[in-house]
């Protein structure tokens, strides 16, 4: 639901830029939390704490996932004067996989995956059934693995999405959700391993 959110959200948006400036913002400031919450241990024995550079909190892979869609367009053949089909889809195909090869660098949750779902989502845009299709397809090839029933779920609230914003406006708050609900697992986990 996240990627197809992404996607739609960057096709509503009035404001691109800072569309994807607020998801590096949210990942930098998601991810001291996330370090905490999940590394902690880990970066403890490095001596890196609170940091762990070895994993990403999942805002970073949104937000290069947000790059990619912008060059996508950038590098389609519309915006080509020539008109060049090949070369814009060759730049379209390279701008992706340097991008997804970044996301599996810097080991950012769910890497390249995260990245060529919420691509799945954009390039069918105009499509309900083609999105949930391709995104069932790219599923079963990145993982191997069957849809699950939440998956399905989450297929049928998106063929059931109008197209339209809803009227509840709760953008920040669930960006703020995430670094947020991570901290309190932590220090619930932590007050109660030192009860136990």
Same mark, same amino acid.
């Given at each position: 639901?996240?990627?197809?959110?992404?996607? +739609?959200?960057?096709?509503?948006?009035?404001?691109?830029?800072?569309?994807?400036?607020?998801?590096?913002?949210?990942?930098?400031?998601? +991810?001291?939390?996330?370090?905490?919450?999940?590394?902690?241990?880990?970066?403890?024995? +490095?001596?890196?704490?609170?940091?762990?550079?070895?994993?990403?909190?999942?805002?970073?892979?949104?937000?290069?996932?947000?790059?990619?869609?912008?060059?996508? @367009?950038?590098?389609?053949?519309?915006? @080509?004067?020539?008109?060049?089909?090949?070369?814009?889809?060759?730049?379209?195909?390279?701008?992706?996989?340097?991008?997804?090869?970044?996301? +599996?660098?810097?080991?950012? @949750?769910?890497?390249?995956?995260?990245?060529?779902?919420?691509?799945?989502?954009?390039?069918?845009?105009?499509?309900?059934?083609?999105?949930?299709?391709?995104?069932?397809?790219? =599923?079963?090839?990145?993982?191997?693995?069957?849809?699950?029933?939440?998956?399905?779920?989450?297929?049928?609230?998106?063929?059931?999405?109008?197209?339209?914003?809803?009227?509840?406006?709760?953008? =920040?708050?669930? =960006?703020?959700?995430?670094?947020?609900?991570?901290?309190?697992? =932590?220090?619930?986990?932590?007050?109660?391993?030192?009860?136990?």
């Amino acid at each position: 639901l996240f990627c197809f959110l992404l996607a +739609e959200g960057y096709l509503h948006t009035k404001n691109r830029k800072r569309y994807i400036g607020m998801m590096l913002v949210f990942a930098i400031i998601s +991810e001291i939390p996330f370090d905490i919450g999940f590394f902690s241990n880990f970066s403890m024995q +490095e001596r890196t704490f609170p940091f762990y550079w070895h994993y990403q909190n999942v805002f970073f892979t949104l937000f290069l996932s947000l790059v990619s869609l912008v060059c996508v @367009d950038r590098f389609s053949a519309k915006s @080509d004067k020539r008109n060049n089909k090949i070369k814009s889809i060759l730049l379209q195909i390279i701008s992706v996989a340097v991008i997804s090869i970044i996301a +599996e660098v810097i080991h950012c @949750d769910y890497g390249l995956v995260g990245v060529l779902f919420v691509l799945a989502f954009y390039v069918c845009r105009r499509n309900r059934l083609y999105q949930i299709l391709l995104f069932i397809l790219s =599923y079963m090839v990145a993982t191997g693995n069957q849809p699950t029933i939440f998956i399905m779920i989450a297929c049928i609230l998106i063929l059931l999405y109008n197209g339209k914003r809803g009227t509840i406006k709760l953008k =920040y708050s669930v =960006y703020a959700f995430y670094p947020i609900h991570i901290s309190l697992l =932590y220090f619930v986990t932590v007050i109660l391993g030192k009860l136990i």
